[in-house]
Structures are given as structure tokens and as C-alpha cells.
């Protein structure tokens, strides 16, 4: 399977505190690979590092045979790789539709295609009857599919979603968990999720990857990665 | 040394310690609420007159009348904090401004309306004086408005490193969300900011009425200034603010010393320039 | 009335819109007074200063409390260049388009280029209109310093000179009509969706693939060469400019206040603010002057706190909530607006 993005020794310090250290991973072509770790483990810290918002210490990101490293995140958002918010960032005073048709502009140049290709996306995220409602005024697990929609828009080869599942119901996760992997089979797209809900981390992804205070203890397929001892001891007994 | 550069110097510094008071204190606001006092300057006006009617109603000398002063700003400060300030923290800027613009109104044209245009000053002998060394001449009341403004800012410095109630203010200043983690209760130190603020203005507005006439808008050339200032020191920077102050004031002095203003004006607009195309957040500031 | 007849009412009533445009051009045939024909004019001049703010201010959200320095660069570029070398207006006033938007390019880069706080930005306007002023009275022996640029009267056309108020007066219908359609084209367009982006979150914004810094500049540009015409126009209408006048902060604040008042994040909220304050306070200046006008500021200053606090968008916002209720819809407004 050919690999759609390499993470190579990157390295990210702030001041005193190591962030980040040597981590190594890829993602392959329609791959959904999963990114765990306790709290502070730098996870958020390397999307950021991957999506260009970090400078890292050392390290490249490859990504279609070119380091991204240097570039900005609009740059980076153009060549196709999208990222969601831990705590979502809606445009708040902007209607859901005029959300979603902000992301849609970067590929399409008419607001009228944008406005279709968004209604489309909208409802294939559930949220087909909220188009006008006022972005801030959405429950958390409707900001959360409405950055998902937004983000789909743009286009995507690979989606990096931070804590998508965050602060929703059980309903709403087995909703979105479902979403996420028709979007995988009907648009291929590849994607790095970042969660808390191991059980749900574990239903969707191929291959996982495990931080720890900055660096990777383990990378694998679920099963082993749930087996692995050094993972269940950084967890600390949570049942997985 | 030229008498001329040596005179240019001190009347620099003089300037500098007039305006140096207002600049801290919308920096000290900015600081911890994130938000930008435009009618500080009116708030200094407001001062000023509370210390003309004091002397002129109660023959208080207006150095006597700081604690006063300071008193009722400082309440002031709490009131308008509560009731405008603290519910618009959370708004888009255009709005916070057109309320700021708003207040400037209100204040300007009550101070109008109760008390007319008219330029009003306080004669205290002592301000009108002035000391002659060796050929540097020095207004006494500019003099003491720069003793006393030097005096607070490093009084305002002392308590905020080494106060409890200090620290939790730089605290909420740095980040907010691990103060409140911490346990501060950040709401109730942005209004003691807020008060402090204004109180402190209290304090030049006391050493500036001998010094100034009194009127409605004077407020607005010490908003120009304080703005100028901010901006080459940086917001939110308190030694950015003093040593703003200092840099404007020498510019200040040296303009209408020189016999061609008009190169000042302009080296000073190239200084200004240059400055904000290489030092964007202003000398000391934090570059967000 | 069904939801079918309401927007069928409505959408001929985007007909009836073009029936103030027309009876606005029609005016000069009436016989109206001079005095009334210089309130026009001001109230149009200044709704199109209002508006063109409010494309980088409003819409962007990046706001300048000195947006007269751009009025006053275009202003005494036009009388300068005119007073001294002869050089007619409408190329004086190009050029002094040109400068006002070199300036903006530098302020703008220099302010977005290195991602500084917004406050820091208005801040930097404020400080420039204030130092140009400053300069414009210091450099007394090109500019004239305090006592301004008196040009001579030709009443050529030729010269950006017209013997009646009204030929003035269709210039500034002209302009402010052109500025209007733009802003409302720049609403429904992906630059302005951009703008939008940007004013709400300008790191969420990136991450939608939008060049942040480009974007805002390039609004600060053109709404700095337009408010540059805007004082072209200024110094020919009046042929007599100072330092005080064109670059003072009064203006500038009032510019910003009667934008925020009216609704800057509208493509009419600007116009709005300035066709309904503008005249209550040039007639309220002209009626009683001395001490009792400054009770109307005073309330007017209430009024701003008050829509500031409670009304997200102005004016124009309210209408817009308004009129979505009218439709019977639910939900934010379509244009855009809070």
C-alpha cells in the first residue's frame, strides 16, 4: 500500500518542555490510523506539527514526495490535508450553511457550486435541517459533525480529526464512528483519528499508534496494540 | 556639553513621566482583560476635575487631594467595570469599540454639559515655579508629575511581583484559564484591575490639573499620546509603556527644540515606521 | 399570506429598490436649496467613506481607528500637486489613490505580515493619522501647515472643479452607489466569505486553506485607496484642506462610530448609519450650537454603548433579524450578518 504521509524524527520543544520527541509514523492510502496517548502525550502537538500551525525542532513531514515543513497551514490545507478542532472552531457568528461553504470555496471558485457541494455534505453529516441555524448556537456534537462537513468540502487526501467524539453521547459516537467509515469507503480518504475513547479507537482503526510523554511506545494493529504491555501500563489497568 | 542637548534631555524625560502613567494603565488593563481602554484619556479628565472642584470648593491642594482622587476613581472603576466592561469581554472587537467610542461621548459630553467649555485652571503657586542648574531649566511641576509618576509606576511594579494580589493579577494576565485552574477568582481581579487602573490615572490626573488647563477634551491629546506610546512600546508590556513614554517624550522635546521641526516630525515618522516594520509588536511587546 | 406570496412580494419588491436610485438622481432637477444640496453631499461623501471602512473594518474585522490618514493622504496629494506644479486633479488624484494604498500595503504588511494581535493593528492606524497631522503642521513650508492648501478656483471641469453644488453632487451619487454595489458584491463573493472566515477565526481560517495575511491586506488596500479618493473628492469639493480637517481623529472616530451604528457587517449598514445620524447632527450643529448640542452627543453616545451591547450587527443586523422573522424562517441571516 503506498504511503500517503511520513512523519520522520520530528521534534518539537517549547522552551523547556519537550513536547515531541524523534516520533516516526506513517499513514497509508486509505488507511484510517488511530493516534492514542494519556493526556499531554503530544498528540494535538503533532497535528499541529503536520498541519504546519508547529515548526518542529527537527524532523521532516513528507506528503506526497515534498516536506511540509516551513510551509503554512493554508498551504498545507490546499495540497489536501485537513484537520478538525479538539475544541471546535466554528465560525461562529456564520450560519452552519456559510461554514461549510467557506471550506467548499477552496475547491470550488463559484458560490453557487460551493453552496450545492455543501447542502450535499451537510446532509450526509445529519445536519441537512440546521443549514441556517447560527454556527454558535449548535450542541457540541452538531459543531463537531459541522467541522467534519466543513472539512470534507475542502476536499481531503488525508483528515486529521482531533477528539471528534469528544463530549458526545453514546448515540452520537456510534453515529459518527459509522460516518467516518462510510467517508473512508465512499471517498477514500485517509485519515489520522485522535481520541480519549479507546473502545471506539479500537472499532475503527486499521493500525494504531501509541504516544507517550512526546514519543511513540507502540505502533500495530488493534489487537496488539491492546496486548501490548508497555500501552496497558501507560493506561494504567483501563480496560480495553 | 551643548546646554541645548542637555535641556532637550530633561524636557524629554518631563514629558515622558506625564504620559507615562496613562500608558501603564491601559497596558495593565490590556494585560489581563485582553481589551483596550480607549477613553482612558477621559478618564483622566474626569480626574482632573474632580481635582479642580476639591480645590476650588474645599481649597484642597491637589497633591493633597491624590487619596481622594484615587478613592472615588477606583470606585468609579469597579461601577463601570461591572456594569459595561466585564459583559462585553466576551464580544467581537467592533463592538467593544463602538462602546469605547460611545463612552468617549458620554464622558466628554456630560463633562460639557455640567461644567461648559470653558478652560479652567489650578493656580497652585509651588507647580509655577521652576529650578534653574546650571543653565537646565526645570518646571517644578512637571518635575513633581515625574517624581510622582516614577513613584507609582515602581510602587504599581512592587506590588504586582511581590504582592499575593499582585501575582494573581500577572497570573490572570498570562493565561487566565490556569489561574482560574488554580483557584483565582479571575473575574474578581479584572475588576481590581479595571479600578486599579483608573485609580492610578486618579494619581496623574492630580499632578497633571496645576500643570494643564482643564477642559472637556482634554482627554484626547492624552489618548493621541498614550496611543503612540503603546504602539512603540507595545501593548501589553508595562516596561514598554515607561520606556515609550521616555522615547516620545525625547521626541517630543527635541521637535520644538530644534529650529526645523520639521525634520523631527519626520525622523520621527521614519523612527515610527521603521519600528513597526521590524519590531511589529512595538519594542517590548509580546508577539502573540 | 402563504410563504409563496410573501417571497413573491419580496422579490418584486427587490424591484422597488432601484426606485430611491432613481428619484436620487432625479434630484438635482428640483429646486433645492444650496444648504440642503451640501447636506446631500456630505451625507453621501461620508456614507461612502463609512462603507469603504467597513470593507476591511466590518467585513474583515480587522478594525482602523485611523482611517483618515488615507482621506488625508489623498487629500493633500490632489491639493499639492495641484497648488504646485498645476497638475490636474484627476491624475493628482490617482496618484494620490496610489499613495494612500502604498501606505496601506506597508501598515498592512508590517501589522499581518508577523500575526500581531489585532489590537496591535488598530492601534497602528491610530498612531499614523496622528503622526501624518502631526507632520502635515510641522512641514509648514510644503504643506502650509496649520492654515492648509487653499487651491485656486478655475470651476473647470478639467480641474475637478464644477461652478454648481449639484455637478458635485452627482459625482459622490456616483461614487457612493459604486462603493454600495461593490461592498454588496464583495458580500455574496468568496472574498468576502473569506473576509468573513478571517474576521471570526482567523486560525480556523487557515485551516480552511485561506492565506490570512494576503486577504487582509489586500481588503486594507482597498479600502484605504477608496477612503483616498474619498478625500480627492474632499479637497475639490472644499478647495481648502488642513490637517486638522482631513486627518483629524474626530472624523475618523465618527466614520468608525456611524459604520458600527449603522451595521458594518452589512453591504447598507454603513449608509444606513450615516443617512439616519448624519443629518440629525449637522442639523442639531446648525439649529442650536453652544452647550445644548452636546446633549444629543451625549445621548448619542448612550445610544452607541447601547447597540454595541445589545444589537450584534447594528442596525442593519436588527433589520436583517427582522426580516427573517417577516419570512417566517427561522435562524441566522442569510447575509451573513451579526
Known amino acids: 500500500m503506498k504511503q500517503i504521509l511520513r512523519v520522520e524524527g520530528v521534534t518539537k520543544r517549547f522552551g523547556g518542555i519537550l513536547a515531541l520527541y524523534r516520533v516516526d509514523l506513517h499513514v497509508e492510502e486509505k488507511e484510517i490510523l488511530g493516534l492514542i496517548g494519556p493526556n499531554g502525550s503530544g498528540k494535538t502537538t503533532l497535528i499541529n506539527v503536520i498541519t504546519g500551525v508547529y515548526t518542529p525542532n527537527e524532523g521532516e513531514v513528507i506528503y506526497n514526495e515534498e516536506n511540509l515543513v516551513g510551509l503554512s497551514p493554508h498551504q498545507i490545507a490546499d495540497m489536501g490535508i485537513v484537520r478538525t478542532f479538539q475544541l471546535t472552531r466554528p465560525f461562529g457568528n456564520l450560519s452552519v450553511i456559510d461554514n461549510v461553504i467557506v ?19 451537510l446532509e450526509m453529516v445529519g445536519l441537512g435541517d440546521h443549514l441556517d441555524v447560527l454556527s454558535k448556537d449548535l450542541t457540541t456534537g452538531n459543531r463537531k459533525r459541522l467541522e467534519l462537513a466543513r472539512a470534507l468540502t475542502m476536499e481531503p487526501s488525508l483528515m486529521l480529526l482531533d477528539e471528534s467524539l469528544a463530549g458526545l453521547t453514546s448515540e452520537e459516537m456510534r453515529e459518527n464512528l459509522a460516518l467516518l467509515k462510510k467517508i473512508r469507503r465512499e471517498r477514500g480518504i485517509s485519515m489520522i483519528v485522535v481520541e480519549h475513547v479507546v473502545k471506539a479507537v479500537m472499532d475503527i482503526s486499521d493500525r494504531i499508534v501509541v504516544l507517550d510523554a512526546g514519543e511513540k511506545i507502540a505502533d500495530g494493529d488493534p489487537r496488539s496494540i491492546a496486548n501490548n504491555e508497555k500501552v496497558i501500563e501507560v493506561y494504567l489497568g483501563k480496560v480495553i | 556639553m551643548n546646554v541645548n542637548l542637555l535641556q532637550g534631555l530633561v524636557n524629554g524625560l518631563l514629558a515622558g513621566g506625564i504620559y507615562m ?93 455640567l461644567w461648559s467649555p470653558d478652560y479652567r485652571s489650578i493656580g497652585v503657586p509651588i507647580a509655577r515655579e521652576s529650578i534653574t542648574i546650571s543653565f537646565i531649566y526645570i518646571p517644578i511641576g512637571k518635575l513633581l508629575a515625574l517624581i510622582i509618576a516614577l513613584a507609582s509606576a515602581l510602587t504599581l511594579y512592587y506590588f504586582l511581583k511581590k504582592t499575593k494580589l ?61 496611543f503612540i506610546i503603546i504602539t512603540l512600546g507595545g501593548l501589553g508590556s508595562y516596561t514598554g509603556a515607561i520606556i515609550g513614554s521616555i522615547v516620545v517624550g525625547m521626541i517630543e522635546s527635541f521637535v520644538s527644540l530644534l529650529s526645523d521641526a520639521s525634520i523631527a516630525t519626520a525622523v520621527a515618522f521614519l523612527v515610527f515606521i521603521l519600528i513597526l516594520l521590524f519590531r511589529p509588536s512595538g519594542i517590548m511587546g509580546r508577539r502573540e | 399570506m402563504s410563504k409563496a406570496d410573501l417571497k413573491d412580494y419580496l422579490t418584486r419588491n427587490k424591484k422597488l429598490f432601484y426606485i430611491p436610485i432613481v428619484i436620487l438622481f432625479l434630484i438635482p432637477l428640483l429646486p433645492i436649496p444650496t444648504y440642503v444640496m451640501h447636506v446631500l453631499v456630505l451625507s453621501l461623501l461620508f456614507a461612502y467613506l463609512c462603507t469603504s471602512w467597513a470593507i476591511v473594518s466590518g467585513f474583515a474585522g480587522q478594525v482602523s481607528l485611523g482611517h483618515t490618514c488615507f482621506y488625508g493622504i489623498g487629500a493633500y496629494t490632489t491639493a499639492l500637486l495641484f497648488r504646485y506644479y498645476g497638475l490636474t486633479p484627476w491624475i493628482g488624484g490617482v496618484i494620490g489613490i496610489a499613495f494612500s494604498a502604498v501606505f496601506a500595503f506597508i501598515l498592512g504588511y508590517a501589522c499581518f505580515r508577523f500575526r500581531v494581535r489585532g489590537p496591535y493593528f488598530t492601534f497602528a492606524t491610530l498612531a499614523s493619522t496622528v503622526i501624518f497631522e502631526g507632520i502635515f503642521i510641522s512641514q509648514s513650508r510644503i504643506t502650509g501647515g496649520e492654515l492648509g492648501v487653499e487651491m485656486p478656483y478655475t470651476g473647470s471641469p478639467l480641474y475637478f472643479q464644477f461652478t454648481e453644488k449639484v455637478h458635485y453632487y452627482i459625482i459622490i451619487l456616483v461614487l457612493w452607489l459604486g462603493v454600495l454595489f461593490l461592498s454588496r458584491h464583495i458580500q455574496n463573493s468568496k472574498f468576502g466569505y473569506y473576509l468573513f472566515a478571517i474576521r471570526e477565526d482567523e486560525e480556523a481560517a487557515e485551516a480552511c486553506g485561506i492565506n490570512t495575511t494576503k486577504y487582509k491586506i489586500f481588503a486594507f488596500v482597498l479600502s484605504a485607496a477608496l477612503t483616498g479618493f474619498g478625500g480627492v473628492f474632499h479637497s475639490q469639493y472644499y478647495l481648502y484642506i488642513t490637517p486638522k480637517t482631513v486627518y483629524g481623529l474626530d472624523r475618523s472616530f465618527q466614520i468608525s462610530s456611524t459604520a458600527l451604528v449603522g451595521g458594518s457587517n452589512d453591504w447598507f449598514g454603513p449608509s444606513l448609519g450615516s443617512f439616519l445620524i448624519n443629518p440629525i447632527v449637522e442639523w442639531t450643529r446648525a439649529t442650536y450650537g453652544g452647550t445644548i448640542y452636546t446633549l444629543p452627543l451625549l445621548v448619542y453616545g448612550l445610544l452607541m454603548i447601547f447597540i454595541g451591547r445589545f444589537l450584534p450587527g447594528g442596525v442593519s443586523g436588527m433589520i436583517q433579524r427582522g426580516l427573517i422573522s417577516l419570512k417566517g424562517e427561522k435562524g441566522a441571516p442569510k447575509g451573513r450578518s451579526q
Open chain 2, 21 to 113: 502613567t496613562i500608558a501603564v494603565g491601559i497596558n495593565l488593563i490590556y494585560g489581563v482583560m485582553r481589551i483596550v481602554n480607549y477613553a482612558h484619556g477621559e478618564v483622566l479628565m474626569i480626574g482632573m476635575y474632580i481635582a479642580y472642584w476639591l480645590f476650588i470648593l474645599a481649597g484642597v491642594n491637589p497633591y493633597l487631594a491624590i487619596p481622594i482622587v484615587t478613592a472615588i476613581l477606583f470606585v468609579f472603576g469597579v461601577l463601570l467595570q461591572k456594569s459595561i466592561i466585564e459583559p462585553v469581554l466576551d464580544l467581537p472587537l467592533q463592538r467593544q469599540i463602538l462602546i469605547f467610542i460611545g463612552l468617549i461621548h458620554v464622558f466628554q459630553n456630560s463633562a460639557m454639559f
Open chain 1, 103 to 121: 471550506g467548499s470555496l477552496l475547491k470550488s471558485n463559484n458560490i453557487r457550486e460551493a453552496r450545492e457541494k455543501s447542502i450535499e455534505t
Open chain 2, 166 to 226: 499582585g501575582k494573581f493579577i500577572l497570573a490572570t494576565s498570562q493565561d487566565p484559564d490556569a489561574a482560574s485552574a488554580l483557584g483565582i477568582d479571575i473575574r474578581r481581579i479584572r475588576t481590581l484591575t479595571f479600578a486599579l487602573s483608573l485609580a492610578l490615572t486618579g494619581i496623574a490626573a492630580c499632578t497633571l490639573s496645576p500643570i494643564y488647563f482643564i477642559f472637556p477634551y482634554t482627554g484626547t491629546g492624552f489618548n493621541i499620546f498614550s
